[in-house]
């Protein structure tokens, strides 16, 4: 039993559960085979495809980056900047194309690789706009416009055309594969292209209206109120100072020093109550005039200036905006903005926070006892410099300023006495005050700089030329309440009189403005260009401040007030400063102004005796005569000894603008646009 049980144990077993089928499982092992086959080849063409794409990629590159080498050397050649020497010649063979091509082989390229991009030509010289869209018209009368789009775009221009800006590299290459014939039988290699517009944009500084324009010794008696009143605190420099002020030269690079910021942009995004800006200006002036930094260190602000919330931009109008240097660069940036102006646009962004509140400026000047005057500023927009490539812009502050003139009438007490002594002191007469306001609103006028050619080897100086929309400003002549002097002038009672007879009330008269007060607009509303400017070089050679080649600074020199020009030591630049439209008489128009007011249509004259109305029209002839006598006299010599001062320190002229040019920039080339010919938006 044991025995069988045994070999029934070992017995083998047969069928599909005891045997496994040998000739399945080779089949199996085939098919694996396959699949791993397949999924090696897959990986070897992922492989090869990668390797491809990262050699095209590499390609693509430096075809880029020879494309944008190339473009910038022939921005170089053809801007002048730095050089004095322009090329503006970009056919094969050129000095230009001569200079792409010998910086595309010290870069490891291959010259033929110079073979153009959709019918453009390889080397091309042309404009590039400055900002946000913009048109041109070439030297055959063309126009050429591109969209604005806040892109800059490359118009190509005939050789030798005077407003070549940039130069266009165009190159083109066959794109390298290791998946060619040999593969794919009858395969055609791909070309990949690359393109780089550059330019050597120089940039200018610039400003519309100076106190600089107008200081002199007796500006302190102006300047002090004025700074005053911006400030909100009691300012009392002497004109000695106000010169230092003045004399000292702010750069960019001095208040990004300061703020400790790295580049322009960082700068005016600051944003900082006016009590930290003004320990701002004082750090960057201690960098270049200790001296005038304790100056402003010492001023103090009110209450509500100090803390009232003045982004830098408001102060510096944004400056550059786009081109964004870093410190190192802008240590290029000359000197462009004096600490007064820095110091008075401060108090003016200030104000203009609030530009419905009037600041009380805090002189008073008249004939005691005689006559009282007050003066209120308003600010609706600071005045700000202009900083940056053709295109940037300047203005002067929007203002209004507020004169208020209070006369007692002596003249009439003179006569009210005599008649009173004629009969036996029986009659008696009184006047009140004549109130007379005048109110001047000051548009603000604009310059954009309209172009700035480089040096040349026939002009080793830059040339700007600067277009100007001046100041326009509405004169308003009226009558103001004693109790809101500020208030804009109204129609009302000019002069008020009363008379008693036996010591009783008897005689009225009263003397009113008729309908609106009376305005006039002095100035045009036409533009006009100043310059061009030449602007000097001192000392005799350009000054290269950075390591950055073809980075230069060229000074302007404004010889102010017919002193001599400070850097030929020669006759005054009759350019510099340049008030490209005549100014207009702000005495004249006020003038005009008053008599306008004061005529026998625009004047009510109501008289009543003992309450009985009494027609006294033949008087108002001599009445119209008295008045003019009144107020003409005390408002020319009030007009002489404020506003005129006022407004030239506020760097406002009636109907014109002084353009200052302060100096210009020339940088570095940089890469504009890397779009190729012919395509969307190139």
């Known amino acids: 039993m044991k025995e069988r049980g045994t070999r029934a144990m070992r017995k083998p077993i047969s069928g599909r559960r005891g045997r496994p089928s040998l000739p399945g499982r080779r089949q199996q092992r085939g098919v694996a085979a396959v699949f791993a086959a397949i999924a090696i080849v897959a990986l070897v063409i992922s492989m090869l495809l990668g390797i491809n794409i990262g050699r095209l990629y590499y390609a693509q590159r430096d075809l880029q980056r020879l494309a944008s080498l190339a473009a910038i050397a022939g921005a170089n050649m053809s801007s002048g900047c730095g050089t004095g020497t322009r090329a503006t010649d970009a056919s094969t063979g050129s000095a230009l194309w001569n200079q792409v091509q010998s910086v595309i082989l010290a870069n490891n390229g291959n010259s033929g690789t110079l073979?153009?991009?959709?019918?453009?030509?390889?080397?091309?010289?042309?404009?590039?706009?400055?900002?946000?869209?913009?048109?041109?018209?070439?030297?055959s009368g063309a126009v050429h416009t591109v969209a604005s789009d806040s892109l800059r775009h490359f118009v190509a221009l005939a050789n030798g055309d005077s407003h070549i800006n940039a130069v266009r590299v165009n190159l083109s290459s066959t794109a390298p594969s290791i998946l060619g014939s040999a593969f794919f039988p009858g395969y055609t290699p791909s070309t990949i292209y690359a393109s780089a517009s550059a330019t050597q944009l120089p940039i200018g500084a610039f400003s519309i209206g100076s106190t600089t324009a107008s200081l002199n010794t007796s500006s302190s008696a102006v300047l002090n109120p004025l700074l005053s009143g911006l400030l909100g605190s009691s300012v009392n420099l002497a004109a000695v100072d106000f010169v230092n002020l003045a004399s000292t030269q702010i750069s960019l690079a001095n208040l990004m020093v300061a703020a400790g910021v790295n580049d322009l942009n960082s700068l005016l995004s600051l944003s900082s109550n006016a009590s930290g800006l003004k320990t701002l200006l004082g750090s960057a002036a201690n960098l270049v005039n200790p001296s005038a930094a304790n100056l402003v260190t010492g001023l103090t602000l009110g209450k509500t200036q100090a803390a009232t919330n003045v982004p830098l931009a408001n102060l510096l109008g944004n400056v550059g905006k786009g081109l964004n240097p870093t410190v190192n660069d802008a240590a290029a940036l000359a000197p462009s903005l004096n600490l007064l102006d820095l110091l008075q646009g401060l108090g003016q962004a200030a104000a203009a926070q609030n530009p419905?509140?009037?600041?009380?400026?805090?002189?008073?000047?008249?004939?005691?006892?005689?006559?009282?005057?007050?003066?209120?500023?308003?600010?609706?927009?600071?005045?700000?410099?202009?900083?940056?490539?053709?295109?940037?812009?300047?203005?002067?502050?929007?203002?209004?300023?507020?004169?208020?003139?209070?006369?007692?009438?002596?003249?009439?007490?003179?006569?009210?006495?005599?008649?009173?002594?004629?009969?036996?002191?029986?009659?008696?007469?009184?006047?009140?005050?004549?109130?007379?306001?005048?109110?001047?609103?000051?548009?603000?006028?604009?310059?954009?700089?309209?172009?700035?050619?480089?040096?040349?080897?026939?002009?080793?100086?830059?040339?700007?030329?600067?277009?100007?929309?001046?100041?326009?400003?509405?004169?308003?002549?009226?009558?103001?309440?004693?109790?809101?002097?500020?208030?804009?002038?109204?129609?009302?009672?000019?002069?008020?009189?009363?008379?008693?007879?036996?010591?009783?009330?008897?005689?009225?008269?009263?003397?009113?403005?008729?309908?609106?007060?009376?305005?006039?607009?002095?100035?045009?509303?036409?533009?006009?260009?100043?310059?061009?400017?030449?602007?000097?070089?001192?000392?005799?050679?350009?000054?290269?401040?950075?390591?950055?080649?073809?980075?230069?600074?060229?000074?302007?020199?404004?010889?102010?007030?017919?002193?001599?020009?400070?850097?030929?030591?020669?006759?005054?630049?009759?350019?510099?400063?340049?008030?490209?439209?005549?100014?207009?008489?702000?005495?004249?128009?006020?003038?005009?102004?008053?008599?306008?007011?004061?005529?026998?249509?625009?004047?009510?004259?109501?008289?009543?005796?003992?309450?009985?109305?009494?027609?006294?029209?033949?008087?108002?002839?001599?009445?119209?005569?008295?008045?003019?006598?009144?107020?003409?006299?005390?408002?020319?010599?009030?007009?002489?000894?404020?506003?005129?001062?006022?407004?030239?320190?506020?760097?406002?002229?009636?109907?014109?603008?002084?353009?200052?040019?302060?100096?210009?920039?020339?940088?570095?080339?940089?890469?504009?646009?890397?779009?190729?010919?012919?395509?969307?938006?190139?």
């Open 115 to 139: 073979t153009g991009i959709n019918g453009a030509a390889a080397v091309q010289v042309g404009w590039v706009n400055a900002g946000n869209g913009g048109s041109i018209t070439d030297d």
């Open 356 to 682: 419905n509140s009037f600041l009380t400026l805090s002189f008073s000047p008249g004939i005691p006892g005689v006559v009282s005057t007050a003066v209120y500023l308003s600010v609706q927009q600071p005045m700000q410099p202009g900083f940056g490539p053709v295109g940037a812009t300047a203005q002067t502050a929007q203002v209004t300023l507020r004169l208020r003139i209070s006369l007692d009438n002596s003249l009439l007490g003179g006569i009210f006495k005599l008649l009173q002594t004629l009969t036996l002191g029986l009659v008696s007469f009184n006047a009140d005050p004549v109130n007379v306001g005048v109110d001047l609103q000051v548009a603000k006028a604009v310059g954009t700089l309209d172009s700035l050619i480089c040096p040349t080897t026939t002009s080793p100086y830059p040339s700007a030329q600067v277009g100007v929309n001046a100041n326009l400003v509405t004169t308003t002549v009226g009558t103001f309440s004693s109790g809101s002097p500020s208030a804009a002038v109204t129609s009302g009672n000019l002069l008020n009189i009363s008379g008693t007879v036996l010591g009783l009330p008897t005689i009225a008269a009263t003397v009113g403005l008729k309908g609106v007060p009376a305005a006039i607009t002095l100035g045009s509303t036409a533009g006009a260009e100043a310059g061009p400017f030449k602007i000097y070089q001192l000392p005799t050679a350009p000054v290269n401040t950075t390591t950055q080649a073809h980075t230069y600074i060229y000074p302007a020199c404004n010889s102010l007030g017919g002193s001599v020009n400070p850097c030929t030591n020669g006759s005054t630049d009759p350019n510099n400063p340049n008030a490209p439209i005549p100014s207009v008489s702000l005495l004249s128009g006020l003038s005009s102004s008053v008599a306008s007011l004061v005529t026998k249509n625009n004047l009510s004259v109501v008289i009543r005796v003992a309450g009985i109305p009494v027609d006294l029209t033949a008087l108002l002839d001599p009445l119209v005569s008295l008045l003019n006598t009144l107020l003409i006299g005390p408002l020319t010599s009030i007009l002489d000894a404020v506003l005129n001062p006022l407004l030239n320190l506020l760097g406002l002229q009636v109907g014109s603008a002084t353009v200052l040019m302060n100096s210009v920039t020339t940088g570095p080339s940089v890469v504009v646009t890397t779009r190729i010919p012919g395509s969307l938006g190139s």
